[in-house]
């Protein structure tokens, strides 16, 4: 089992940047990809940013060149930068990881951006 827990979430004005993280813990060994999804009020949970443990990379077309995600495998952590933040990024974000049979989920941060 992994256990996720995001920090980071918060209110801010439109154009600002936020930084999110996500503590893993438990067999965060077996993890081989990580990353965040977010749901809006009304809305289908998204795909934000993911990452492999080889290091590839995956975005949404609605935040590329606006978010970044980055790991530290070490302590097999996702981060994503969001910057430039718009109202329509306003949405619970998950963190996500799976390994070889499971896919493993946190309670989700609220991101509110104020127009």
């Known amino acids: 089992q992994v256990r996720l827990v995001e920090s980071g979430g918060s209110l801010v004005q439109a154009g600002g940047s936020l930084r999110l993280s996500c503590a893993a813990s438990g067999r965060i060994f077996s993890i081989n990809a990580m990353g965040w999804y977010r749901q809006a009020p009304g809305k289908q949970r998204e795909l934000v940013a993911t990452i492999t443990d080889g290091g590839s990379t995956n975005y949404a077309d609605s935040v590329k060149g606006l978010f970044t995600i980055s790991r530290d495998n070490g302590k097999m952590t996702p981060y994503l930068q969001m910057n430039s933040l718009k109202p329509e990024d306003t949405a619970v974000y998950y963190c996500?990881?799976?390994?070889?049979?499971?896919?493993?989920w946190g309670q989700g941060t609220q991101v509110t951006v104020s127009s």
């Open positions: 996500w990881s799976r390994d070889s049979s499971y896919n493993y």
